[in-house]
């Protein structure tokens, strides 16, 4: 695996959400990653890529923050891995609009964007060039997880990552992935409409939750930690007795209990 | 219609605790959404049809001065009349004078959103004027008082049992008659009506340019009704419905089709190129082609909004929408529900009346894999959002007050600093373990439905900082998650 | 109704906004609005003389994909073929007022083997005079069952092509609640865009049919909780016959 190295070194963007909320699935891509031979680095100036304030409406605010994600992470070449699609699809498919009229700053947001993956995005890279380590097969201890995966929206739709994640999860043979009816259905979170629409967002969430308990798996997984926390606050208001975890947490954990072949 | 855009947060709570359209509403998914998937998907090479299909409407819209004036000497060369109306109320007019004159008493009518628009049905009665609508979700809204629920299919929010109920009450059948029955009613009941009326007025899918013909899709028979019956036929048509070329026709109908129901072709596809021809056995004798602009023109002038002009009206992104398929076609408060009826609503008929449409949605993106032509309704979502926030484009209609964007800006201000925002999340962590939760009006809207998630002691950075590295592979205690 | 019909007024306000929203990609390859007389015609005889040629194989390609549209189909060689597909249908209905349209298809059949022995009254809807239109219309109406040609059919969605002119009422295939379409030998063509390209040079050509239905099917509704229904205001059973 030593040409895994090539791959150099990556720095996390961690995002809002993971950053001030759940920081164990920051520490779960660092040691994924790590484990695949990647070096990893947190530029510690990062802040909000923005994308809260652009889809209020409020563009000007939103580019203040583009503008300083484009500051910490332009004066390097690394590759930057973020565990979340919305903040990714923001770099790439929105900050070319904030910076519209701004040559200097637009070359450089696209730059920087060719370079910024989400976490099974990257991973599917690592797994292509066989960097992943092969996790020993089921033995004594082998523990079968039940797994179900839900669609974050951003992910699917506007960066069209579909069969990573799936691919990524079916390649444990620990995991049983078992596929929930209507995953591409939007949870109801949306930012900011999950409290101003809240009916609405609670009534999209039961639909999510009832799809999610019908697959009797004993966690729930998605890419994005907004949308998990969305599932996850009601699921426990629900009492359901099912685990949530970022996929990075799930892979980690897969991972953590495993023999390197 | 009369606009009532502004109630869209009453309305859509009222239809989400009426246990019996939620359960009509459940039906969307599997009986249009996954119909349009499969056809779709049984069909070569949709991508480049739907490719094709966008690139002829930007196309049609960047000339359609010269479409329309095209279409208008084609369709006067063969003998019917067009009229160019500015506004929905000129349409009306002109509709209601030309009956009056020619004594007409009653008309039947096949679908048209765009006379909801005018509100032509009241126009008309108001003259003494009989209008009845013909297509069976539009005879039962009728019947009810209602206005349309869903683009294609009017009555979709009502059981069979409602309509076998409202039948009975307002044409005295049995009241527990099954579907069959039900339409078997309406066969008759309208039968007697094709027959007797002295004009019709159908709406138009496409109206094609080169050849000054009129397109109408429809299933049931109602539309060749209304067109080979009376001895009038008048059109009403949204002036951004012109396609140059009938050799276009085949690729939109397709896109059309498959996208409203899933079919591979409607029942009936009527085309209309100007009254009868004097060798005609029947036919009517007049043809009027009513061509709208009721503020489409503004919409056409915008660069961002213009591509809302190029919808089919198939309803494949109400199928999508999961909001939509929650709350229904009479929340949004005008003519055009869902994520085409969030953007062209509030624009013809008030931005900042409508202001709650363009939030309404998570912009989950469902509506634009829906569209048959590609129309990007998540961005000129965003882009009315920002209009409304602090645009310039519709100043005088933006809604967002000072305080709103005092609070963006300090917000932002503050999420663009790491160490600021770990200290705000901190301290609100503290304060909502001393404080009980319903205090906060904003939380409540979380809280109401879902637990709060913890706010951990430090944030990812902080720990980082202070670990400077990870644990060995073998796993360790920094944060191991539980399974 | 001065004020509506300023189309001049309207146009200009197009025009502006057309020009104040301009998005640009302005030529498009796609649609062939600009094609030339001659390249159309050219196309619309290669069509017509495919049709003619392969009709075996159209018809091979229509039978299946009008089924599943809802057609009752059938071939059949020829007029004697035809009255034999037609009694059965007769007696079960209980059908009394036949209605056709003057087209050639149908005219080519001797329906006296039928009138006899059946009880039943056959009205061609023509225009020749012989019958006032206002009775022609309510035989049409009345009648159980109608029956047409057609002007082309089309393999790809299972249709049928009826346009109205002196031969062919609008009502014939209408208004009865049986149809039954005779389909010739060179009639069918391929795709929906076979038809319209012939649309196309009949516009050039100044024969251009006012009035065309694409019959592809019963009449059909799903507005009442998206449950099938057929016979709505058309035909709800409707035959296809392909001849030859």
Known sequence: MSNCKEFGRVSIFATCVVNHLFPNVAFSVARVLERCSVAVDVEETQACCGQPFFNMGYWKDAGRLAKKFLASYGDTTEKIVVPSGSCVSMIRNHYPQLFAEETDLLSQSKEIASRTFEFTEYLELLFENNCIPKIDSPGEDFHQYRVTYHEACHLSRELGIKSSPRKILKSFPRIDLVEMDKAEVCCGFGGTFSVKYPEISSAMLDDKIESILETKASTVTACDASCLMN??????????????????????AVMSGAVQV | MRASTQYFKQKSTETLHDLKIQENLAGLYPGFHEARIKASSDTE????????????????LDHLDYYLELLEKNVTNAGGVVVFADTAKDASEYVTKLAKSRGVKSVVKSKSMLSEEMSLNHHLEIQGIEPIETDLGEYIVQLAGETPYHIIAPAIHKSSEEVAALFSEKIGTEPT??????????????????????????????????????????????????????????????????????????????????SATGQWISSYVTTVSG????????????FHLVIVDNGRSRILADPVLRESLYCLRCGACLNACPVYRKVGGHSYGWVYPGPIGAVISPMLTGLSRGKDLPFASTLCGSCKEACPVKIDIPKMLLYLRNQLSEGTHYRSERTSGLLERAISMFCGRLLGSQNATAKAVKFLGKVLKIFPKRIFPFLQGWTRFRDLPEIPEQSFIERWRDSRHIDNVDGGDDGNSEK | MGIVRN?????????????????????????????????????????????????ETMFENLYPVAETAGWHVSRVSGPEDILAYI????????????????????SEIDFSHLLGHLELSITEINNTGNTAPSDLRSRAIDADIGITGVEYAIAETGTCVLSADDETGRLVGL???????????????STLDDLFVIRKLQ????????????????????????????GVHGPGDVHMLLIG
């Not at chain 2, 090479?45 to 049609?60: F, N, P």
């Not at chain 3, 009694?87 to 149908?106: M, N, R, S, W």
């Open chain 3, 7 to 55: 189309s001049n007024k309207f146009i200009e306000r197009v025009r502006s906004a057309v020009a104040e929203g301009k998005a640009g990609g302005d030529s498009i390859t796609e649609s062939s609005f600009s094609e030339s007389n001659d390249s159309v015609r050219k196309r619309v005889s290669s069509i017509l003389a495919d049709a003619e040629l392969a009709w």
């Open chain 2, 45 to 60: 090479d949709w991508d480049q049809l739907k490719e094709r299909g966008r690139r002829i409407k930007a196309h049609t």
């Open chain 2, 177 to 258: 008659l099954g579907i069959e029955d039900l339409t078997e009613v309406a066969r008759k009941q309208l039968r007697e009506k094709f027959i007797s009326a002295d004009m019709g007025i159908t709406g138009g899918n496409f109206m094609v340019a080169d050849t000054g013909t009129l397109a109408l899709v429809t299933n049931e028979g109602n539309g060749r009704m209304c067109t080979s019956m009376p001895r009038i036929h008048v059109a009403i048509v949204g002036m951004e419905k012109v396609i140059p070329s009938i050799t276009d026709l085949g690729l939109f109908l397709r896109l059309l089709i498959r």
């Open chain 1, 231 to 252: 599932i996850e606050g009601g699921l426990k208001k629900k009492g359901a007795q099912i685990t949530t975890l970022h996929i990075a947490e799930v892979v980690d």
């Open chain 3, 203 to 230: 516009f050039f050509d100044e024969n251009l049919p006012a009035y065309t239905n694409l019959i592809s099917g019963p009449s059909r509704s799903a507005d009442i909780e998206y449950t099938l229904v057929t």
């Open chain 3, 175 to 189: 208004a009865p609640p049986i149809h039954i379409a005779l389909v010739k030998r060179g009639q069918v063509l």
């Open chain 2, 275 to 286: 009254p009868k021809r004097s060798k005609d056995i029947d036919g009517p004798e007049e």
């Open chain 3, 87 to 106: 009694e059965p249908l007769v007696v079960k209905a209980g059908t009394k007022k036949i209605v056709t349209t003057a087209q050639k298809a149908v």
